[in-house]
Nanobody
Framework: QVQLVESGGGLVQAGGSLRLSCAASERTFSSHAMGWFRQAPGKEREFVAAINWSGSITDHADSVKGRFTISRDNNSTVYLQMNDLKPEDTAVYYC?????????????????WGQGTQVIVSS
């Protein structure tokens, strides 16, 4: 069974940094776009960042541009470097694999999801 496993979440003070990782259980995901989403309590899941299959094209939500960076390596692992964290970044962060190679932003375009990792930013 295909699995996406996130790690790297935790508690951090405002202005701090965290690096999330998402490891895919199958190398077939190397040909798929990957994305990060987040969901805060009482809110809908929202797009954070996406990267195409080769890593050459990325897209970031306006709320995280200049602070977060998505990247990937050749081993089906995708990363989210989060700098200058703010209390409003507090959420459960989910990694997802898209159905195709292009970076997309709608949750419905992603067929595989991880279990999520909690990020808490204290003020």
């Amino acid at each position: 069974q295909v699995q996406l496993v996130e790690s790297g979440g935790g508690l951090v003070q405002a202005g701090g940094s965290l690096r999330l990782s998402c490891a895919a259980s199958e190398r077939t995901f190397s040909s798929h776009a990957m994305g990060w989403f987040r969901q805060a309590p009482g809110k809908e899941r929202e797009f954070v960042a996406a990267i195409n299959w080769s890593g050459s094209i990325t897209d970031h939500a306006d709320s995280v541009k200049g602070r977060f960076t998505i990247s990937r390596d050749n081993n089906s692992t995708v990363y989210l470097q989060m700098n200058d964290l703010k209390p409003e970044d507090t959420a459960v962060y989910y990694c997802a694999a898209a159905g195709g190679p292009f970076a997309v932003i709608r949750p419905s375009d992603y067929g595989y999801w991880g279990q999520g990792t909690q990020v808490i930013v204290s003020s």
